[in-house]
Antibody, heavy 118, light 111 residues
Framework: EVQLVQSGGGVKKPGQSLSVSCETSGYTFSEYFVAWVRQKPGKGLEWMGSVLPRDSYVVYNPSFEGQVVISADRSISTAYLTWSSLKASDNGMYFC???????????WGQGTPVIVSS | ETVLTQSPGTLSLSPGERATLSCRTSEIVAGTFVSWYQQKPGQAPRLLISAATNRATGIPERFSGSVSGTDFTLSISKLEPEDFVMYYCHLYDASTSPLYTFGQGTNLEIK
């Protein structure tokens, strides 16, 4: 069974750094893109970017490029979403998701809330 | 950039009725690049339909997808109480940036 289990997140102050993890199991991690999706409170879904663990290739949504770093560690089948300096506008729920055939998002993590407040 | 327009924003129906949700692309795209997701409150989205018409594993037969030109449709044949939640369409377009876009969502509510 494909599983994506997220950890990290929580309440942070503006300017702090944060890394959210997505531990995967049940499939060959290297061969599938893992995407990150943001959902701001009461709003829709936004694709942030995707990483292919096989070679750590990353593609970003231009709206998020330079704002976050997406990475993966093949040795522990885990993908990461990292902020070096959080802003209040980063408030939201963040989901990791496996991408099937570069196309549809077939297995989702449970979501990680990020709250940025002074 | 291919624009994705989902409608209606809210759909009010009764259990047992048929729901028709629409997603229109601004230009012709391969049907294989459109998918549909269901999101219940407080939960992660769930894949319902891939490649415009293929039901994902474990999805009830009352959910179906179709395509005609630039119009993609998610139909729910006989609404169950648990179907009254949020739905999103989704497009993968390798020729543009961003690669993936979601529709604005349709909130299916009980009439």
């Amino acid at each position: 069974e494909v599983q994506l289990v997220q950890s990290g997140g929580g309440v942070k102050k503006p300017g702090q750094s944060l890394s959210v993890s997505c531990e995967t199991s049940g499939y060959t991690f290297s061969e599938y893109f893992v995407a990150w999706v943001r959902q701001k409170p009461g709003k829709g879904l936004e694709w942030m970017g995707s990483v292919l663990p096989r070679d750590s290739y990353v593609v970003y949504n231009p709206s998020f490029e330079g704002q976050v770093v997406i990475s993966a560690d093949r040795s522990i089948s885990t993908a990461y979403l990292t902020w070096s300096s959080l802003k209040a506008s980063d408030n939201g729920m963040y989901f990791c998701v496996r991408v099937e055939r570069f196309n549809w998002f077939d297995s989702w993590g449970q979501g990680t809330p990020v709250i940025v407040s002074s | 950039e291919t624009v994705l327009t989902q409608s209606p924003g809210t759909l009010s129906l009764s259990p047992g009725e048929r729901a028709t949700l629409s997603c229109r692309t601004s230009e012709i795209v391969a049907g294989t690049f459109v998918s549909w997701y269901q999101q219940k409150p407080g939960q992660a989205p769930r894949l319902l339909i891939s490649a415009a018409t293929n039901r994902a594993t474990g999805i009830p037969e009352r959910f179906s997808g179709s395509v005609s030109g630039t119009d993609f449709t998610l139909s729910i044949s006989k609404l169950e109480p648990e179907d009254f939640v949020m739905y999103y369409c989704h497009l993968y377009d390798a020729s543009t940036s961003p690669l993936y876009t979601f529709g604005q969502g349709t909130n299916l509510e009980i009439k």
